[in-house]
Protein backbone atom coordinates (compact mmCIF):
# COMPACT_ATOMS: atom_id res chain seq x y z
CA UNK A 1 0.00 0.00 0.00
CA UNK A 2 1.28 3.11 -0.47
CA UNK A 3 1.96 5.98 2.18
CA UNK A 4 -0.51 8.94 3.25
CA UNK A 5 2.78 11.02 1.87
CA UNK A 6 3.07 9.43 -1.51
CA UNK A 7 -0.82 10.00 -1.81
CA UNK A 8 -0.48 13.05 -1.40
CA UNK A 9 1.92 13.55 -4.31
CA UNK A 10 0.49 11.43 -6.28
CA UNK A 11 -2.39 13.98 -6.07
CA UNK A 12 -0.05 16.89 -6.10
CA UNK A 13 0.79 15.55 -9.58
CA UNK A 14 -2.90 15.35 -10.76
CA UNK A 15 -3.33 18.51 -13.13
CA UNK A 16 -5.56 16.42 -15.42
CA UNK A 17 -7.15 18.67 -18.20
CA UNK A 18 -9.98 19.61 -19.08
CA UNK A 19 -11.49 19.22 -22.98
CA UNK A 20 -14.00 18.95 -23.75
CA UNK A 21 -12.77 18.96 -20.16
CA UNK A 22 -11.72 15.05 -19.22
CA UNK A 23 -8.84 14.02 -17.26
CA UNK A 24 -6.16 12.77 -19.68
CA UNK A 25 -6.91 14.22 -22.86
CA UNK A 26 -5.91 18.24 -24.06
CA UNK A 27 -8.53 20.71 -23.56
CA UNK A 28 -9.71 21.87 -27.16
CA UNK A 29 -10.64 25.43 -27.67
CA UNK A 30 -10.39 25.36 -31.72
CA UNK A 31 -13.79 26.98 -32.49
CA UNK A 32 -17.56 26.60 -32.42
CA UNK A 33 -19.01 23.70 -34.14
CA UNK A 34 -21.12 24.53 -37.30
CA UNK A 35 -23.84 22.03 -36.44
CA UNK A 36 -23.74 18.77 -34.47
CA UNK A 37 -19.91 17.47 -34.24
CA UNK A 38 -19.02 13.84 -32.33
CA UNK A 39 -15.35 12.54 -31.52
CA UNK A 40 -13.22 9.99 -30.31
CA UNK A 41 -9.56 10.95 -28.61
CA UNK A 42 -6.83 8.63 -27.46
CA UNK A 43 -4.57 10.73 -24.84
CA UNK A 44 -0.86 9.49 -24.23
CA UNK A 45 -0.28 11.36 -20.26
CA UNK A 46 2.81 12.03 -19.77
CA UNK A 47 4.62 10.36 -16.62
CA UNK A 48 3.78 13.24 -14.43
CA UNK A 49 0.34 12.81 -14.92
CA UNK A 50 0.65 9.00 -14.27
CA UNK A 51 1.36 8.16 -17.79
CA UNK A 52 -1.40 5.63 -19.37
CA UNK A 53 -3.47 6.23 -21.94
CA UNK A 54 -6.81 8.25 -22.01
CA UNK A 55 -9.94 7.00 -24.27
CA UNK A 56 -12.16 9.80 -24.72
CA UNK A 57 -15.76 10.54 -26.58
CA UNK A 58 -17.31 13.98 -26.66
CA UNK A 59 -19.98 15.99 -28.73
CA UNK A 60 -20.06 19.87 -29.69
CA UNK A 61 -23.25 21.51 -30.76
CA UNK A 62 -23.11 24.78 -32.10
CA UNK A 63 -25.71 27.91 -32.51
CA UNK A 64 -24.47 30.51 -34.49
CA UNK A 65 -21.72 32.15 -32.24
CA UNK A 66 -22.33 30.06 -29.59
CA UNK A 67 -21.19 26.61 -28.77
CA UNK A 68 -21.70 23.89 -25.88
CA UNK A 69 -19.86 20.33 -25.63
CA UNK A 70 -19.87 17.38 -23.47
CA UNK A 71 -17.08 14.70 -22.96
CA UNK A 72 -16.51 11.15 -21.25
CA UNK A 73 -12.81 10.42 -20.38
CA UNK A 74 -11.53 7.03 -19.45
CA UNK A 75 -8.21 7.61 -18.24
CA UNK A 76 -6.18 3.73 -17.63
CA UNK A 77 -3.07 4.57 -15.49
CA UNK A 78 0.20 3.21 -15.17
CA UNK A 79 1.74 1.10 -12.40
CA UNK A 80 -0.12 -1.22 -9.65
CA UNK A 81 -2.78 -0.37 -7.01
CA UNK A 82 -4.04 2.97 -9.09
CA UNK A 83 -7.58 2.00 -10.11
CA UNK A 84 -8.60 3.93 -13.76
CA UNK A 85 -10.13 7.09 -13.28
CA UNK A 86 -13.36 8.46 -15.08
CA UNK A 87 -14.14 11.88 -15.83
CA UNK A 88 -17.53 13.76 -17.40
CA UNK A 89 -17.29 17.40 -17.97
CA UNK A 90 -18.57 19.95 -20.69
CA UNK A 91 -17.78 23.27 -21.88
CA UNK A 92 -19.82 26.77 -23.15
CA UNK A 93 -18.08 28.95 -26.26
CA UNK A 94 -18.68 31.61 -28.16
CA UNK A 95 -16.80 33.34 -30.58
CA UNK A 96 -15.84 36.72 -30.79
CA UNK A 97 -14.81 37.30 -33.83
CA UNK A 98 -14.58 35.77 -37.23
CA UNK A 99 -16.91 33.91 -39.22
CA UNK A 100 -17.42 31.66 -41.92
CA UNK A 101 -15.93 33.63 -44.69
CA UNK A 102 -13.17 35.24 -42.52
CA UNK A 103 -10.14 32.55 -41.95
CA UNK A 104 -9.05 33.75 -38.45
CA UNK A 105 -11.29 32.92 -35.29
CA UNK A 106 -11.07 34.39 -31.76
CA UNK A 107 -12.98 32.08 -28.86
CA UNK A 108 -13.93 32.13 -25.20
CA UNK A 109 -14.80 29.14 -23.51
CA UNK A 110 -15.06 28.19 -19.78
CA UNK A 111 -15.70 24.58 -18.65
CA UNK A 112 -16.07 22.17 -16.00
CA UNK A 113 -15.43 18.24 -14.91
CA UNK A 114 -14.90 16.13 -12.41
CA UNK A 115 -13.60 12.93 -10.86
CA UNK A 116 -12.91 10.66 -8.53
CA UNK A 117 -9.00 9.48 -7.83
CA UNK A 118 -8.51 5.65 -5.87
CA UNK A 119 -5.22 4.44 -4.85
CA UNK A 120 -4.33 1.28 -3.32
CA UNK A 121 -6.76 0.42 -0.32
CA UNK A 122 -6.99 4.62 0.45
CA UNK A 123 -10.39 6.07 0.59
CA UNK A 124 -11.16 7.88 -3.21
CA UNK A 125 -10.08 11.44 -3.70
CA UNK A 126 -12.61 13.52 -5.62
CA UNK A 127 -11.14 16.33 -8.04
CA UNK A 128 -12.90 19.22 -9.67
CA UNK A 129 -11.86 21.45 -12.21
CA UNK A 130 -12.68 24.55 -13.86
CA UNK A 131 -11.25 26.38 -17.13
CA UNK A 132 -11.57 29.57 -18.59
CA UNK A 133 -9.54 29.82 -21.92
CA UNK A 134 -9.41 32.03 -25.22
CA UNK A 135 -8.92 30.19 -28.47
CA UNK A 136 -7.26 31.72 -31.64
CA UNK A 137 -7.94 29.24 -34.76
CA UNK A 138 -7.59 29.80 -38.71
CA UNK A 139 -8.22 28.21 -41.69
CA UNK A 140 -6.60 27.50 -44.59
CA UNK A 141 -7.92 25.95 -47.38
CA UNK A 142 -6.81 23.40 -49.96
CA UNK A 143 -8.09 21.56 -52.45
CA UNK A 144 -10.20 18.62 -50.71
CA UNK A 145 -9.69 19.27 -47.10
CA UNK A 146 -9.32 22.07 -45.01
CA UNK A 147 -6.22 22.73 -42.53
CA UNK A 148 -7.38 24.43 -39.22
CA UNK A 149 -4.24 24.88 -36.75
CA UNK A 150 -5.53 26.72 -32.88
CA UNK A 151 -3.79 27.91 -29.93
CA UNK A 152 -5.79 28.50 -26.79
CA UNK A 153 -3.97 30.07 -23.12
CA UNK A 154 -6.42 29.32 -19.88
CA UNK A 155 -6.61 29.38 -16.48
CA UNK A 156 -7.81 26.60 -14.45
CA UNK A 157 -9.34 26.33 -10.94
CA UNK A 158 -8.26 22.84 -9.43
CA UNK A 159 -10.87 21.55 -6.35
CA UNK A 160 -8.40 18.21 -4.71
CA UNK A 161 -8.54 16.87 -1.20
CA UNK A 162 -10.30 19.85 0.16
CA UNK A 163 -7.60 22.47 -1.09
CA UNK A 164 -7.96 24.65 -3.91
CA UNK A 165 -5.06 25.70 -6.83
CA UNK A 166 -4.94 28.43 -9.32
CA UNK A 167 -3.06 26.93 -12.59
CA UNK A 168 -1.79 28.07 -16.09
CA UNK A 169 -2.02 26.25 -19.21
CA UNK A 170 -1.87 26.65 -23.13
CA UNK A 171 -3.20 23.62 -25.74
CA UNK A 172 -2.84 24.01 -29.45
CA UNK A 173 -3.57 21.57 -32.38
CA UNK A 174 -4.22 20.51 -35.86
CA UNK A 175 -7.78 19.89 -37.27
CA UNK A 176 -7.54 18.62 -40.99
CA UNK A 177 -11.36 18.43 -42.23
CA UNK A 178 -12.49 16.65 -45.32
CA UNK A 179 -15.81 17.60 -47.40
CA UNK A 180 -17.58 14.56 -46.31
CA UNK A 181 -17.41 15.87 -42.90
CA UNK A 182 -14.77 13.49 -41.71
CA UNK A 183 -12.01 15.35 -39.71
CA UNK A 184 -8.51 14.36 -38.24
CA UNK A 185 -6.88 15.72 -35.64
CA UNK A 186 -4.06 15.88 -32.69
CA UNK A 187 -2.99 18.42 -29.60
CA UNK A 188 -0.67 18.83 -27.17
CA UNK A 189 -1.83 20.41 -24.07
CA UNK A 190 0.57 21.61 -21.14
CA UNK A 191 0.08 22.62 -17.65
CA UNK A 192 2.66 24.98 -14.98
CA UNK A 193 1.68 24.13 -11.59
CA UNK A 194 2.84 25.23 -8.27
CA UNK A 195 0.66 23.80 -5.54
CA UNK A 196 2.02 25.19 -1.92
CA UNK A 197 6.33 24.09 -3.34
CA UNK A 198 5.40 21.24 -5.53
CA UNK A 199 5.80 21.87 -9.32
CA UNK A 200 5.60 20.53 -12.53
CA UNK A 201 4.83 20.87 -16.03
CA UNK A 202 3.07 17.69 -17.32
CA UNK A 203 2.10 16.97 -20.94
CA UNK A 204 -0.95 15.43 -23.33
CA UNK A 205 -0.60 14.34 -26.65
CA UNK A 206 -3.21 13.46 -28.17
CA UNK A 207 -4.71 11.92 -31.76
CA UNK A 208 -8.67 11.51 -32.88
CA UNK A 209 -11.24 11.72 -35.36
CA UNK A 210 -14.22 13.47 -35.54
CA UNK A 211 -17.79 13.42 -37.92
CA UNK A 212 -19.57 16.32 -38.38
CA UNK A 213 -23.66 15.45 -38.52
Same mark, same amino acid.
Given at each position: ?? !?????????????????????????????????????????????????? !?????????????????????????????????????? !????????????????????? $???????????????????????????????????????????????????????? $???????????????????? $??????????? !???????????????
Amino acid at each position: MR !TLPALAAALLALPAVVVAQGAGLPLMNSGVSSGVMVAADVGFPDDQLGGG !TAYGASANVGFGILGLGAQVVRHAWEGEGVDGTTSIGG !TASVRLFGGPLVPFRVHAQVG $YAGWDIQIDDIAGISQTRGTASIGFAATIPVPAFAIKPWLAPRIQRTETGGNSFTE $YGVSGGIDIGFLNGMSIRGA $YDRTWIDRDGF !TATPGILSVGLGWGL
